[in-house]
């Protein structure tokens, strides 16, 4: 069936760096992706939701110049936090819309430790 | 975001009993909604979906209900397994300039053997 990736499940990075997150759809277009962000015992936020060729649409109070979202191709969309700081370490998720019936599906998720 | 999601309320079960999660939703317009089951550290997984036009639809040993008058969805799992043990999540589909899934504050579910 159709499986999201994200890649890296887990990374480790320095106070002040950049890292990116990817998610890819491997057997569908992903017309719509959307990224979350999840802290321990608590529910998935909604962060942004991106359209492939345009610009991400982000949530009230949702940074958008500290995380950045291409949705360059109908497979791919990045998700890159921009100068980190430990209260950004977190799991995201992102999920993508596509295939038959438009179904929402989700990626595995990565957790970020900004150290 | 609009999830709000602070402290996850637990429900306590024996093997073998039947589980009901509720679910409380805020947008009167929402029209699909979706049960996830989240295991520790992993994304959630799809559980089982419906549509405003039903007020009840079931699967393999789940059944989800939803009340329209008072926005609220129930998920049913009958004869709990400890493989349910999970956190447990109600989300909508919301119209805005797009249309976007939102998470609802979620339960987590502990199976007693």
């Known amino acids: 069936g159709a499986v999201v990736s994200q890649h890296p499940s887990r990374v480790i990075c320095k106070s002040g760096t950049s890292v990116k997150i990817e998610c890819r759809s491997l057997?569908?277009?992903?017309?719509?992706m959307f990224w979350y962000r999840q802290f321990p015992k608590q529910s998935l936020m909604l962060m942004a939701t991106?359209?492939?060729?345009?610009?991400?649409?982000?949530e009230q109070g949702v940074e958008k110049d500290k995380f950045l979202i291409n949705h360059a191709s109908l497979t791919l969309s990045t998700l890159t936090v921009t100068s980190a700081h430990p209260e950004d370490s977190s799991f995201y998720i992102c999920?993508?819309?596509?295939?038959?019936?438009?179904?929402?599906?989700f990626g595995e998720g990565s957790w970020l430790t900004v150290v | 975001g609009e999830s709000v999601g602070l402290h996850l309320p637990t429900l306590s079960v024996q093997e073998g009993d039947n589980s009901i999660i509720n679910c409380a939703y805020s947008?009167?317009?929402?029209?699909?909604f979706i049960w996830y089951k989240q295991e520790s550290g992993k994304g959630p997984q799809f559980i089982i979906d419906i549509r405003s036009n039903m007020d009840k639809r079931q699967g393999q040993r789940v059944t989800v209900l939803l009340n329209k008058t008072v926005k609220h969805l129930s998920l049913q799992i009958a004869a709990t397994q400890p493989g349910d043990s999970a956190v447990y999540f109600c989300a909508e589909i919301v119209m805005d300039s797009s249309y976007k899934l939102i998470f609802g504050s979620g339960t987590r579910l502990l199976v007693r053997p």
């Open positions: 057997d569908f277009q992903a017309t719509t």
């Open positions: 991106s359209n492939e060729g345009s610009k991400a649409t982000y």
């Open positions: 999920s993508a819309s596509g295939g038959t019936g438009n179904t929402i599906y």
């Open positions: 947008n009167s317009a929402s029209d699909y």
